[in-house]
């Protein structure tokens, strides 16, 4: 998956799970999804979903809000989980 | 069946004499009148007890978070409300010395702890339902000045305080989670009272519901937004400092029944009196509250030291604290009475009865449903628990 397709990913699942105010799309890749609306709630739901798009499991130190707040920290999380995966 | 004595050092000693000559003989009072215990507040002042948590070199006592849940307990032990307020004061001022990282901020931690100065928070807001993550109020540009007006649901002696600290959304077309915190002095505010705190328990803090309107000084709004702070540690302090105000109270009551047992005791020695066994069980109950605390304390002690203060895990802990020592409190309060028996129901002075409806209070002074739903959504994601 490029990084291109990871993102685009990551936004469906911000669209579906964020509970966004804003239309993700109006949204740059580092916009804080926080200050668009998300509440901490939602970035759980958009966690789980992430979890469940990449087939992959955030760490216990990664479930932090700085790793959730824009498309790029997401997509520098994943890669970098990515890269750790054997 | 309180500290041991060994226990009883610094801070915790000087809040345990506080505790004992001030709140205690004052404490009837400010629960039969619910009005604040000034009283309490002029003696931790004259301690700099309320500047504890500020680094020594702006002036303060440099206290680590559990030497202020020893000293918060400590008071707990003889008036839950003062102990509250000193709890909610902490809170207030750990954010200010955490967070408080600007010129403005750091020359008002430095007044607070050489004035001594008291801060209230109203970050509840009317129409939220007790939720503080989000504002309805913003603040405006009124007349090219910053101002704010809010309608805050719950604000513990707000009508009391030096400094009002309270959430709003940053800008009028800010969402409502997009929160600022600003710090308003008291000659900057025009406050009203919008209704009256007349509840069963927890009366002396005062916490009416208020309308304020305040010009907001650019140089005592936090550099970081409420959510930010909220889970950088400043909701880990918080729910630590309110839940060593359950533990004490829970170490009061077992004091009560501890020394009717003891009066029984006396009265038929060598026949065990049978309520020794029921409180034999109590102190079990107490033995959780207290080493659900020492837990969390410990938690928060390793993620400070490794500054992983926003550590998912902690917030559950420290969620999981508040629920169980709250629930633990009204369980022994309730016990205890049982233990005293009838004298345990008498009202006045010395009886358990302000200890059993301000019990009652732990578990609604921020419902635990609010963090039991907090923390299912968290364990939905944590991988360890």
Known sequence: MTMEQSRETIREVVAAQGNLRTDIAHLGDDADLFDAGMSSHASVSVMMGLEDAFDIEFPDEMLKRDVFKSVNAMADAITSLMATVP | MTFRVEERQGLTEAAWEIGANVSAPAADDVDANARFPEETRAALAQAKILSALIPAELGGGGASLSDVSGAIRALAFHCASSALMLAMHSNEVGQLVQFGDTPGLRALA?????????????????????????????????????????HALACSYGQHADLLSATARRRP????????VALMRRESLVIEEAGEWNTMGLRGTCSAPLRFSAKIDPALVYPVDFAYMGEHGMMARWLIMLSSVWVGLAEAAVDQAHRHVRKAARRSVGTLPPSATRLAELQSKLLQSRGALAVALDAYARAAAEDHLDDTALLVTVRGLKVATSKLLVDIASEAMSIVGIMGFQRGSGSLERIVRDAHGSVLMVSNDRYLQANAVALTVLKRI
């Open chain 2, 173 to 180: 077309d800010a969402e409502p989670n997009d929160q600022l």
């Open chain 2, 110 to 150: 430095g007044e607070v702890a050489e004035k001594q100065l008291l801060i209230a928070n109203a970050n509840s807001e009317v129409g939220l339902g007790g939720d503080a993550t989000r504002s309805n109020c913003a603040v405006e540009e009124i007349e090219g000045v910053p101002s704010l007006n809010k």
